[in-house]
């Protein structure tokens, strides 16, 4: 099968897995925290596609996601979302330049901590006027644990063989990341 129908057919996957798991599988407390667990699908796109393709899978996964379910769609999430499936990529491409699991767990836990702790915090913060510290306080909650599941089956995932026959950066045969 070509590499590009391939990695089509895989982003669309992950981007409908993201969707049920944000969108329709996620856990409420009260009316403004959310858990669950969308950003994963973004993170494999990430680590295993490439930026690129993680970018687009956050975008589709956002904007489609909050069609469905009928909420507002704020640009600034959207490029939140478009950032958390970059940042992986971008951090095991350029900085760590391996898929070692000390790389994967370290580029999750970055994005995490960057995009869904501090921006993502601010942009409910002004976007619907929320208090910033006990926002950030219940956020910070929610992820300290979310962030070694994520970055653990990430690092599973990086180590099953038909996913690393599948895809090249996993296996050495594409360093540079090329997409």
Known sequence: MNKNLRFVIFSSLMAALSILLGKFLAISIGTDIRISFENLPLFFVSIFLGPLWGMGTGIVADLVGCVLRGYAI???????QALMGLLPGLL??????????????LSVAATHLVLSMIVKTFILHFTYGMPLLPLLGWRALTYLPIIPLEAYLCVLLSKNHAIKKQFPVLNGSDPGGKQ
């Open 92 to 105: 095991i491409r350029l900085v760590f330049k391996n898929t070692k699991p000390l790389s994967i767990v």
């Open 74 to 80: 704020i640009p600034f999430i959207t490029l939140a």
